[in-house]
């Protein structure tokens, strides 16, 4: 049984930090991509941060760069999302998502497995 467990959201002050974690299980972890999507409250699921395989190729939403970090331990299973100087619309329900293949994929369509969701709320 596939699982992935998202963890790390919460309620933070804008200008804040917080580091989303995602612990997977049931599947080769390290041959494939991982990315991070949110959704916003009234608005489309949109790709936030993705990574290949090996951890050393990354994509980027154009809008993120430079306050967002994705990383992966390949040893622990785990995928992480480093959000800084976070934003009150950075506030959404953020999913962690395992591509089909060795990434970084920018296209949702590209990911088989998907996590729950962990909510981050930015306030201002």
């Known amino acids: 049984q596939v699982q992935l467990v998202e963890s790390g959201g919460g309620l933070v002050q804008a200008g804040g930090s917080l580091r989303l974690s995602c612990a997977v299980s049931?599947?080769?972890?390290?041959?494939?991509?991982m990315g991070w999507f949110r959704r916003a409250p009234g608005k489309e699921r949109e790709i936030v941060a993705a990574?290949?395989?090996?951890?050393?190729?990354?994509y980027y939403a154009d809008s993120l760069k430079g306050r967002f970090t994705i990383s992966r331990d390949n040893a622990k299973n785990t995928v992480w999302l480093q959000m800084s100087t976070l934003k009150p619309e950075d506030t959404a329900a953020y999913y962690c998502?395992?591509?089909?293949?060795?990434?970084?994929?920018?296209?949702?369509?590209?990911?088989?497995?998907w996590g729950q969701g962990t909510q981050v709320t930015v306030s201002s």
């Open positions: 998502a395992a591509s089909r293949n060795i990434g970084p994929n920018e296209s949702s369509q590209d990911y088989s497995f």
């Open positions: 049931g599947l080769t972890f390290s041959n494939r991509g």
């Open positions: 990574i290949n395989w090996a951890g050393d190729r990354t």
